[in-house]
């Protein structure tokens, strides 16, 4: 070569080809004779090296089978065409070529990270079959975050009762981990359940979809069972948790569950297994189980018509309520009852997922826009009755028909103590005994104003001589502030709460003067009746 090199810059020329490093280590000879070729294509006319002679010394590199070493040595000779490929003034296209060598490198680089990861694999195989079949007892190591390790070698996690096998293991050396997992794994579950039949209760957690956790692990889920108050729980475990274990991790958490409801609906739990009660009162004791403590009254107010004192005390013992619309357990309205009647409502209809979706209304809002996608059904449960394009808490509407109902009784003209009585000193419990469309509330105020359990007599309640706010005077009144402050939404929205409860909006006529003395808080727009001078026009309900 040196004799063909004639001239400074030929000599130059062959200084920088005898730089290109021997990376393929293959001998000196083979070496001299590729620093040759590439002198002599330099020294040619071009200039250059040919582009298809480059092409045929790459791809020949392109390939990732093979054992370690046979990936190793076409890594070594993909980098002396890289580091040709970096001369620019050597090649025409010296980006593309840099970009080739690149890509096959680092193919050739995964291919062989792959070979020695399961190199790696294999050792480890190897070495957890010969443990397996030397000894009796294997080393097992569980972590805080469930991961298993047996003879210190991680073969998967368990999770509850469950176990997942290392998902990096494949053929032979999964079948190996499996198989050391399973040897130690039914050991592992049984203290496991051990553990969990001597747990408190407190130590267990129930979520919003049915599943039951324990240790921050899901280990059971609630299934539709032959009662709402009874769901069915199965227990979530491996195969390898059966027999005698198995059983009394799945009584335990059924009494888990159990013990739940029975706490949180200890009312309904009771009704439920009432003795003492008898006819009717057990009838509307069965149904307001049914409906978790919530119940419409319209559908049975001749039901309720007919229970007497006796019957009603019976069912108040429990926390019932008559209301004007609904039969309910105040009680059974706090979040954590509404939320553990919500879940029993979408197990035994068998609509957990599609539940999920359903929003509550924020807790401490007194009323809600009713999403129409969502059952009525489901709003009742959780404590809300539909009132139009409204959802309204079941004990705020009784409120607010106890603020209406002195209203509507309250006469312009003298009124006699009897009557006055009828409306003033009812129970509270007792004071939405009927709705106000019930064409039989004159006979229950009746019943009423006799002397009730404890002596007292409702008949000497004294009169009313100023008009309340809001009443009209004529049976019917005005929306005013502090309704609309129960409920929590505008006197237009409260408007179609009342009429979809059975109240009627009339527009009538009234003189300043009646303003004056029954503030209002609705006043439509102002208009002349007949040319007979000014007047206000008010909505009444």
């Not at 064409?439 to 229950?444: I, M, N, P, W």
């Not at 009342?498 to 102002?526: C, F, H, M, N, W």
Request: charged share 30%; glycine share 8%.
């Amino acid at each position: 070569i040196l004799d063909m090199a004639k001239g400074p810059a030929n000599v130059q020329l062959l200084w920088e080809v005898c730089q290109v490093p021997d990376y393929r280590k293959i001998g000196p000879q083979d070496h001299s004779d590729l620093v040759k070729q590439l002198y002599l294509f330099l020294m040619a006319d071009e200039g250059t090296i040919p582009a298809d002679w480059i092409a045929n010394q790459v791809d020949q590199h392109q390939r990732t089978d093979g054992d370690i070493d046979t990936i190793a040595t076409r890594i070594a000779h993909i980098r002396t065409w890289t580091f040709v490929a970096n001369r620019v003034e050597w090649l025409e296209d010296p980006d593309h070529w840099q970009g080739r060598a690149r890509e096959i490198e680092d193919q050739l680089s995964d291919a062989l990270h792959e070979g020695l990861t399961n190199r790696f694999v294999d050792q480890r195989t190897s070495t957890l079959m010969k443990r397996l079949n030397e000894k009796d007892e294997l080393f097992v190591e569980v972590d805080d975050d469930g991961k298993l390790h047996v003879e210190d070698h991680f073969v998967g996690k368990i999770s509850g009762f469950m176990f997942t096998p290392d998902s990096e293991s494949a053929g032979l050396n999964g079948r190996a981990a499996r198989s050391a997992a399973f040897k130690v794994l039914s050991k592992e579950l049984v203290m496991r359940s051990k553990e969990m039949v001597e747990a408190e209760i407190g130590d267990f957690s129930l979520l919003a979809d049915g599943k039951v956790l324990w240790k921050e692990a899901v280990i059971g889920q609630l299934l539709k069972g032959d009662h709402i108050l009874k769901p069915k729980v199965t227990l979530l475990a491996d195969e390898q948790l059966n027999g005698p274990p198995k059983e009394e991790c799945e009584a335990k958490l059924q009494a888990v569950v159990d013990a739940f409801i029975a706490e949180r609906l200890a009312p309904l739990v009771q009704l439920n297994q009432a003795e003492d009660l008898s006819g009717l009162a057990r009838g509307v004791a069965y149904q307001l189980v049914e409906n978790l403590g919530v119940l419409l009254r319209e559908p049975i107010a001749n039901d309720i018509r007919q229970l007497d004192q006796d019957a009603r005390g019976q069912l108040r013992k429990f926390g019932v309520r008559f209301g004007a619309f609904n039969i309910y357990v105040p009680i059974l309205l706090k979040p954590a009852a509404t939320q553990i009647s919500r879940l029993l409502w979408l197990v035994h209809h068998e609509k957990v997922d599609e539940g999920q979706a359903w929003e509550l209304p924020r807790a401490g809002l007194t009323s809600a826009g009713y999403e129409k996608a969502i059952d009525g059904a489901y709003y009742k449960t959780v404590g809300f009755h539909v009132c139009g394009n409204r959802v309204v808490r079941v004990d705020m509407l009784e409120r607010l028909a106890d603020l209406i109902r002195p209203l509507i009784a309250w006469r312009k003209d003298k009124q006699s103590p009897g009557e006055q009585a009828n409306i003033t000193n009812h129970e509270p419990g007792d004071r939405a005994e009927t709705p106000p469309q019930d064409a039989t509330r004159d006979e229950e105020r009746q019943e009423k104003t006799k002397p009730d359990e404890v002596g007292k007599d409702k008949t000497s309640a004294p009169k009313l001589e100023e008009a309340p706010l809001g009443a009209t005077g004529d049976g019917g009144f005005t929306i005013v502030p502090e309704m609309m402050s129960i409920m929590g939404c505008s006197a237009e929205e409260l408007a179609d709460v009342l009429q979809s409860v059975g109240y009627r909006a009339t527009k009538k006529v009234v003189t300043t003067e009646t303003v004056e003395q029954t503030p209002v808080e609705e006043d439509i727009s102002a208009q002349d009746a007949e040319g007979q001078g000014s007047a206000e026009t008010q909505e009444e309900t």
